[in-house]
């Protein structure tokens, strides 16, 4: 207690309001880091236990092969079987630190962490968790694959430099920009893309068959022909989402159509409640509808966009994708997230997807 005291009365010397340096100044005992808000935050020379709270933080923490100094975990992170938790299932017994979003201050103490990182956040409520709690708190930032990857990628850097694993920051960076790249170069040129929609985008909650992403990043990686790619995007969001209506979607009539897990029975009833879609797309008359996973689920699983970009490129390009090795890919994404041999089975052991559906159990 007396040394979060010390923090709590020495923070505020450090804490300035924005810096646009991420780089470390050391203060005796104390280094000063700048974190993605912008904020100087004084954290321990030497890091040895760690929290993360609000949507993605564990996520990306564990990405950084940080497993051995987390502390303590959330509560819905306790109770839910996230890609992460899977592949480190000793996770669930650490203690708990409070409910989703935010933690509990109080118990956030008690698992006495020399850090504390804390994603969707503002500057306000960074500092008043780090005013509760006496501990530094460090904002980092959970964003999208797509446009957004540069802002992850500095948040991976930021972790490194406040865990001193600034190498494992530079290989998870280098192994996500050459998958996309790979995946760019292997598609660019290809002429007559076929047509391709994706459904049952999960945002606050899940939606049916109607429910899209206009920059659904595994077809932006494919240089796929996305129908809906030109929906104002201004109207795409993670809380409200983008929709479309029968009608329109009968009027692009994609060849192949893909659904999100997250989507899938409500999809399902889609079908089966409005036979037009039914009878007027061309995916069941040619068998082209496909299962993906859901990669929404307390912020991003990066590693199942990619593993989702990999197995749509098996289907609508079959040529280009010939000599890819789905198993092999799916092995090696895991093992570059998780640092970690043969999780894929146990990740994926209580999903459907990555497969053709059936349309014989919709007809």
């Known amino acids: 207690m007396i040394k979060k005291l010390f923090f709590l009365l020495i923070i505020p010397v450090f804490f300035l309001s924005s810096c646009n340096d991420t780089g470390r100044s ?4 104390l280094v000063v880091i700048t974190d993605m808000l912008g904020r100087e935050v004084a954290i321990p020379e030497k890091i040895e236990s760690i929290v993360g709270v609000r ?4 996520r990306l ?5 940080a497993v051995n100094m987390i502390a303590g975990v959330e509560n819905w992170e306790k109770n839910n079987d996230t890609p992460y938790i899977l592949a480190y299932p000793e996770l669930k017994d650490l203690p708990p630190i409070g409910p989703s979003m935010g933690g509990d201050p109080e118990m956030i103490l008690n698992v006495g962490p020399d850090v504390i990182f804390i994603s969707y956040t503002t500057v306000e409520d960074a500092n008043k968790l780090q005013s509760k709690t006496g501990i530094p708190v460090v904002a980092i930032e959970c964003v999208d694959l797509d446009e957004d990857r540069e802002i992850l990628f500095e948040s991976f850097r930021l972790i490194g430099e406040v865990l001193q694993k600034k190498e494992r920051a530079e290989y998870l960076i280098s192994y996500i920009s050459n998958t996309i790249d790979e995946l760019n170069s292997m598609t660019k040129n290809i002429k007559n893309k076929p047509s391709v929609y994706v459904g049952g985008i999960s945002y606050s909650s899940g939606y049916g068959i109607s429910s899209t992403h206009a920059k659904y990043a595994p077809f932006l990686f494919l240089n796929a022909n996305n129908v809906a790619s030109d929906i104002d995007e201004r109207l795409t969001s993670h809380v409200k989402g983008t929709f479309v209506d029968t009608e329109q979607l009968i009027k692009w009539n994609p060849k192949y159509i ?3 897990e997250s989507g899938y029975s409500l999809s399902i009833n889609d079908f089966t409640t409005k036979p037009v879609l039914k009878r007027s797309l061309q ?3 040619n068998d082209d509808l496909y299962l993906l996973l859901a990669y929404n689920n307390y912020a991003t699983n990066y590693e199942f966009v990619l593993l989702n970009a990999w197995y749509i490129g098996k289907i609508i390009y079959p ?3 010939k000599n890819i090795n789905f198993n092999q890919k799916k092995e090696e994404l895991f093992k570059a997230f998780y640092n970690k041999k043969n999780v894929g089975s146990d990740i994926l052991k209580s999903s459907l997807p990555l497969q053709r559906i059936s349309i ?3 007809l």
Not at 55 to 58: E, H, N, P, R, V
Not at 61 to 65: C, R, S
Request: hydrophobic residues 45%; aromatic residues 16%.
């Open 26 to 29: 050391e203060k005796g005992d």
């Open 319 to 321: 040529e280009e994708f």
């Open 283 to 285: 995916v069941f008359e």
């Open 55 to 58: 949507a993605g933080s564990l």
């Open 61 to 65: 923490l564990i990405y950084m092969d």
């Open 360 to 362: 014989s159990d919709i």
């Open 258 to 260: 893909f659904i999100d």
